[in-house]
């Protein structure tokens, strides 16, 4: 019996590491194809932003992410890279997934410390982004107990961090440095439908509207942001959002289509906040229809280049419920 028990033991524990580690790997693979969709959207957008940074390509992860459940990932350091978008410059200087980083330009990653919520992989992004748009990525990179040192150049894009969110409610969001896409919310999305939510969640960074609420007073860590000014200011956000989110598909690359066809469909539905009317989100159909009254007055070919002037200008106002139609 004792036999029995402890073979049963043994399966059981050997399917749930099998079970893990399978989805593991369908979380590595959703990360870079995130990463894919999002940096060619971050670079063809950069003349759009006042925030850049250089978009390497490199997916970080840091061990103070996992505890202690994954140390076989950090073999060569605290801070690792995770993954390598194929074709990116990180791919054509060489980097690997799993090579340990020591130090960015010369900063360490000892003297880097994480405040808040933050982790070590948000601290040494960040210090990444925050490069001058002229400097080249200088990395210390620590490989089978060997150090190297990398250095290439990088193309500029939007600043920002995108990632998946392996938990929580079935979405995506911004905060203005941040952008998180829910992951079983990725996994019911074509790549088409993914680049639709990513240009809208990247025109809140590029309209600055974190930034904007803030100097407006907005109130949005309680029930509060449903209501009054601040419901007011928050839906102007997201029309603003939407608007401009066609602007940032053309440009790479997308037909403009998409985004109407997307705020139509059953997956629009679940990203608009479900079947229950939003105090916040206009319906599929206004938002729909708003998104096609943009196209044929400011995307008339549905393609890009585009510089949405009437849009960006709006960083430098305040909320005052003004639309630039």
């Known amino acids: 019996m004792r036999k029995l028990i402890a073979l049963l033991c043994a399966m059981m524990w050997l399917a749930l590491a099998t079970g893990a580690q399978a989805q593991n790997a369908d979380l590595a693979a959703q990360d870079l194809r995130l990463a894919r969709i999002a940096d060619a959207m971050l670079v063809s957008n950069v003349k759009l932003c006042r925030e850049t940074m250089p978009v390497t390509g490199m997916i970080l992860h840091s061990a103070d992410q996992y505890g202690n459940a994954a140390p076989s990932l950090f073999r060569n350091g605290s801070l690792a890279i995770a993954a390598v978008v194929p074709g990116s410059t990180a791919e054509r200087a060489g980097l690997k997934s799993g090579d340990g980083i020591a130090a960015v330009n010369g900063v360490s990653v000892n003297s880097m410390v994480p405040t808040g919520k933050d982790h070590l992989r948000e601290v040494a992004f960040f210090q990444l982004a925050g490069l001058a748009p002229e400097a080249s990525v200088e990395l210390t990179i620590l490989r089978d107990g060997e150090t190297r040192s990398v250095g290439f150049d990088a193309p500029q894009g939007c600043q920002s961090l995108v990632e998946v969110l392996p938990s929580g409610d079935f979405s995506a969001r911004s905060n203005g440095r941040v952008i998180q896409v829910q992951y079983d919310f990725l996994l019911s999305l074509s790549d088409d439908q993914l680049a639709v939510i990513l240009a809208h969640e990247l025109s809140h960074s590029v309209l600055e509207h974190r930034r904007r609420k803030v100097e407006a007073g907005i109130d949005n860590a309680s029930i509060m ?85 009437h849009l960006l200008r709006l960083r430098d106002a305040s909320f005052a419920g003004d639309q630039a139609f």
């Open 225 to 309: 942001r449903h209501l009054g000014r601040n419901q007011q200011v928050n839906r102007q956000a997201e029309i603003e959002a939407d608007r401009l989110s066609v602007h940032i598909l053309a440009n790479a690359g997308y037909d403009a289509a998409i985004a109407p066809a997307f705020w139509r469909s059953e997956q629009g539905l679940v990203a608009g906040g479900g079947a229950i009317p939003s105090f916040i989100y206009p319906t599929q159909s206004a938002r729909a229809a708003m998104i096609e009254q943009e196209i044929a007055r400011y995307l008339p070919l549905g393609h890009g280049p585009s510089w949405p002037g």
